[in-house]
């Protein structure tokens, strides 16, 4: 009974150990530290080695084509001190931008920052927050 | 109307409350007229959210715009039936939904089980009432669907207003597939309630037998088949809506249906083991607790924003509450479960590594194993944050390293778990059962690596779906010969009758089957290939043995929305096969006009050509277009759809037998089955 009950635990363990390892391999593929626009300026020479998701608002009429690639900017203000920072993004993935990629929608764009202080990016995600949430939060606004 | 709802609500917090304390406090007296009348209290709630979801209905119907929740998700030129479906498209409406689902579904279980199980329905009717509760609560105080429309004045004081027109559905829900995706996966999601509500009020009364399994059986089958139909039809409508060429991304929403569809999945099988061996008792607990929790927790995800996703849900105060509901529901659970342990006692132990058991075993490990790591995946941002202070999220390579080996060797299992015997299964059964199917799929393999399949997980995922394949047939085959050579019937009357005999089992190969055929079509994505171009009138584009041709470029107008359309001709091996229509939307409703894509898909079962319509350039003259091949992605919804088929197959109650042989030597599987009916 017992030599019985070491060949499940062995089969168990052996999964287990194998998951884990997959995982291990698949988080150090595709991590990416979560970032806000402050944030990244505050860690310094870190940023330029780390892979980051970095989200903010795009600035209203920052959006350029250029050939494949889209710079734009997004902005976002710091909690603490209040300020508004900005950091000029160049997107250069493979899939089009979501179709909620417009002027002030609320983006999150994965990459890494160039020396040149240029966000190169290769995902990107967005969604318009103004359009459904904000206003629900504080009724909706006059319309104009 | 308004006030209707609003009273309707107020009403149904009140008898929810009251349902739950006349229940209990009914069985603490043993006072039979409070018990009946705390079931009367529950049948009175779901009249009471009935009528507040009619209103809200109505509401939309005639664009009440003093509502907030109607101006926020509507507008009047919206079609009726996303004015209808608009219920359930924001925060609200969407918790209202649930709860009315929940109190629905509550007063089935009630018509249906009173009389059966009289012990336990009063406790039943008390976890359901006590969920409920939290929703009408929720409902009533937090998120009310039914509050007025106000202007925040500048001192920041609210003033009551109309607006002219309200702020229009969310173009990217104003798609077929999102009328009823949400219904199917709240069915799913809130249909796992009634077992845990069985499995609770087992423990409570310490009726530990299977009884609690087999009332809830079906309901498990419903909830888990319902969950599925909602993850297919979510997926699908990424698929034609989201226009990036794919229909699973792991994105946190995804993932929060899956979750309980994974444990759910576990649940259902592990189940069998303690109908037929009295095993795995403390485990089937474990389970339905869990994927109770975790429809809830799929929920708060959806509606917290507590974790960064595409999808564009609110920021709002819900996450708290549920959280705190999610800690009640399972440290309660658990309490109760672990005082119970001594009557979980398991009647038999695993005999052998190659038996039925250790495949059922091995099954929910892995299924718990992925559903973990899909947790993980999703958690891990806050879990980082807490722990280091920086938050770190994983990608999709994180979940695919994970879950494919995991879907393989699932795949494995349903191949061969169903044949194993139970106990012990000899070497000979094992040759008798899997030499023939294993020697065809490797030969196949063996062809397939020389055809050119040589991605690995691909490529083993094929030779795997082609063994399940067959050793499905193998059964029905053996199935049906054995009964036409007995009765005379023609093979497919013997096949026909096979499987309304044992629907179950029948049914489950069914099942099986469909989750091959969706497993086909989910490893062609890693054949997905895709190109793109600035394409005028007349200018053609190629991939593999398709060349697309601009027909026309132009501009739609109707109310709800105005498009870029091109009229694309496309060639298969130079023979034109069919006209695609790619377009990109602009919305007319609310202050920012969204543009919103609408894909063209020429599908085949062979591969997907999928169109999208990325822009215009600048000059008007040249649309930029976006073509993706995508070997097999039809299989993956007609695998979705034999998967339910086989489901509903599933759960037909069995055909009695004819010929009934001597009550004697009946199997105890029959007798069980006689018994269930009476």
């Given at each position: 009974m017992k030599r019985k009950q070491l060949k499940f635990v062995a089969g168990s363990v052996v999964i287990i150990l194998t998951l884990?390892?997959?995982?291990?391999?698949?988080?150090?593929?595709?991590?990416?530290?979560?970032?806000?626009?402050?944030?990244?300026?505050?860690?310094?020479?870190?940023?330029?080695?780390?892979?980051?998701?970095?989200?903010?608002?795009?600035?209203?009429?920052?959006?350029?084509?250029?050939?494949?690639?889209?710079?734009?900017?997004?902005?976002?203000?710091?909690?603490?001190?209040?300020?508004?920072?900005?950091?000029?993004?160049?997107?250069?993935?493979?899939?089009?931008?979501?179709?909620?990629?417009?002027?002030?929608?609320?983006?999150?764009?994965?990459?890494?920052?160039?020396?040149?202080?240029?966000?190169?990016?290769?995902?990107m995600q967005a969604k318009c927050a103004s359009k459904y949430e904000k206003e629900s939060a504080a009724g909706v606004r006059k319309s104009d | 109307m308004a006030q209707i709802g609003q009273f309707?609500?107020?009403?149904?917090?009140?008898?929810?409350?009251?349902?739950?304390?006349?229940?209990?406090?009914?069985?603490?007296?043993?006072?039979?007229?409070?018990?009946?009348?705390?079931?009367?209290?529950?049948?009175?709630?779901?009249?009471?959210?009935?009528?507040?979801?009619?209103?809200?209905?109505?509401?939309?119907?005639?664009?009440?715009?003093?509502?907030?929740?109607?101006?926020?998700?509507s507008n009047r030129d919206l079609p009726i039936y996303f004015k209808v479906s608009s219920i359930w498209g924001g925060q609200e409406g969407s918790l209202l939904f649930w709860g009315w689902l929940l109190t629905a579904y509550s007063a089935l279980v009630i018509v249906q089980n009173w009389r059966k199980h009289s012990a336990m329905m009063p406790y039943v009717v008390a976890v359901l009432m006590g969920t409920s509760f939290f929703f009408t609560s929720m409902h009533l105080f937090i998120v009310n669907p039914f509050n007025q429309t106000v202007f925040l004045q500048s001192d920041a004081s609210p003033l009551p207003f109309v607006p002219h027109d309200g702020n229009g559905l969310n173009p990217l829900l104003q798609d077929p597939y999102m009328v009823i995706h949400p219904p199917m996966l709240y069915l799913g999601f809130v249909g796992f309630a009634v077992p845990f509500a069985f499995a609770i009020a087992a423990m409570i009364t310490k009726q530990l037998g299977d009884t609690w399994i087999r009332t809830t059986r079906r309901w498990t089958m419903v909830a888990w088949m319902f969950l599925s139909i909602g993850i297919m039809l979510g997926?699908?409508?990424?698929?034609?809506?989201?226009?990036?060429?794919?229909?699973?991304?792991?994105?946190?929403?995804?993932?929060?249906?899956?979750?309980?569809?994974?444990?759910?999945?576990?649940?259902?099988?592990?189940?069998?083991?303690?109908?037929?061996?009295?095993?795995?008792?403390v485990w089937n607990m474990v389970l339905i607790i869990l994927t109770f929790i975790m429809s809830i927790f799929g929920t708060l995800l959806t509606r917290s924003g507590m974790v960064q996703s595409v999808h564009a849900f609110?920021?709002?105060?819900?996450?708290?509450?549920?959280?705190?509901?999610?800690?009640?529901?399972?440290?309660?659970?658990?309490?109760?479960?672990?005082?119970?342990?001594?009557?979980?006692?398991?009647?038999?132990?695993?005999?052998?590594?190659?038996?039925?058991?250790?495949?059922?075993?091995?099954?929910?490990?892995?299924?718990?194993?992925?559903?973990?790591?899909?947790?993980?995946?999703?958690?891990?941002?806050?879990?980082?944050?807490?722990?280091?202070?920086?938050?770190?999220?994983?990608g999709p390579p994180f979940f695919n390293k994970v879950n494919v080996p995991i879907a393989i060797f699932l795949m494995f299992l349903t191949g061969v778990g169903p044949l194993l015997a139970?106990?012990?299964?000899?070497?000979?059964?094992?040759?008798?059962?899997?030499?023939?199917?294993?020697?065809?799929?490797?030969?196949?393999?063996?062809?397939?690596?020389?055809?050119?399949?040589?991605?690995?997980?691909?490529?083993?995922?094929?030779?795997?779906?082609?063994?399940?394949?067959?050793?499905?047939?193998?059964?029905?085959?053996?199935?049906?010969?054995?009964?036409?050579?007995?009765?005379?019937?023609?093979?497919?009357?013997?096949?026909?009758?096979?499987?309304?005999?044992?629907?179950?089992?029948?049914?489950?190969?069914?099942?099986?089957?469909?989750?091959?055929?969706?497993?086909?079509?989910?490893?062609?994505?890693?054949?997905?290939?895709?190109a793109e171009g600035e394409m005028g009138v007349g200018d053609t584009l190629s991939i593999r043995e398709y060349t697309l041709r601009v027909d026309k470029l132009g501009i739609e107008d109707t109310p709800n929305y105005a498009s870029d359309k091109a009229t694309i001709s496309l060639f298969e091996y130079g023979k034109k096969v069919a006209n695609l229509y790619p377009e990109k939307r602009l919305y007319k409703a609310g202050q920012e006009k969204q543009p919103t894509t609408e894909v063209s898909i020429y599908s085949t079962a062979k591969n997907d050509v999928y169109l999208v319509f990325q822009g215009g350039t600048r000059d008007g003259k040249k649309a930029i277009i976006q073509v993706f091949y995508n070997p097999l992605t039809m299989w993956v919804w007609i695998g979705g759809i034999v998967l339910v088929a086989g489901t509903l197959i599933a759960l037909l109650p069995n055909k009695k037998t004819i010929l009934r042989r001597r009550p004697e030597i009946e199997s105890k599987e029959e007798r069980k089955e006689v018994e269930e009916k009476v």
């Open positions: 884990a390892y997959l995982a291990y391999s698949g988080f150090k593929e595709g991590n990416a530290y979560y970032q806000t626009v402050s944030e990244l300026y505050a860690s310094k020479d870190q940023a330029y080695t780390r892979r980051l998701k970095v989200a903010g608002d795009v600035v209203p009429g920052s959006i350029q084509r250029e050939g494949k690639s889209i710079n734009f900017m997004i902005s976002q203000q710091d909690e603490k001190t209040k300020q508004v920072e900005t950091l000029t993004v160049k997107y250069v993935g493979n899939d089009a931008p979501p179709d909620t990629f417009v002027d002030r929608a609320q983006a999150v764009v994965e990459g890494q920052l160039g020396r040149d202080g240029v966000f190169v990016a290769n995902k | 309707a609500l107020a009403l149904a917090w009140v008898v929810t409350a009251y349902s739950i304390v006349a229940s209990l406090l009914g069985i603490r007296l043993k006072h039979d007229n409070l018990i009946a009348s705390g079931r009367n209290a529950a049948l009175g709630t779901f009249v009471c959210i009935t009528s507040a979801i009619a209103c809200l209905g109505y509401l939309f119907a005639v664009s009440d715009f003093s509502i907030k929740y109607i101006a926020a998700h997926g699908k409508w990424a698929y034609h809506e989201l226009g990036w060429g794919g229909f699973w991304a792991w994105d946190p929403v995804e993932n929060a249906s899956m979750m309980p569809w994974l444990i759910g999945t576990a649940f259902l099988h592990s189940v069998m083991v303690q109908e037929k061996k009295g095993m795995l008792k609110a920021q709002s105060p819900v996450g708290g509450y549920f959280r705190a509901f999610i800690i009640v529901a399972l440290s309660g659970a658990l309490y109760l479960l672990f005082d119970r342990l001594p009557y979980l006692k398991s009647e038999n132990q695993m005999e052998s590594i190659v038996s039925r058991e250790s495949s059922f075993m091995f099954n929910n490990l892995i299924l718990l194993a992925a559903c973990f790591a899909v947790f993980w995946g999703t958690m891990f941002p806050i879990i980082s944050e807490a722990a280091t202070g920086s938050k770190i999220t994983v139970w106990r012990r299964a000899s070497t000979n059964s094992l040759k008798r059962n899997f030499l023939s199917p294993a020697v065809i799929a490797l030969a196949s393999g063996v062809a397939l690596y020389f055809r050119g399949v040589q991605h690995f997980y691909a490529w083993l995922s094929i030779v795997m779906s082609i063994f399940v394949t067959l050793t499905i047939i193998r059964e029905f085959y053996k199935g049906a010969a054995a009964r036409s050579s007995g009765t005379g019937e023609t093979f497919l009357e013997a096949i026909v009758n096979l499987t309304l005999r044992n629907t179950r089992r029948y049914g489950g190969y069914v099942v099986h089957f469909g989750f091959v055929l969706l497993f086909i079509g989910w490893t062609g994505q890693a054949f997905t290939t895709d």
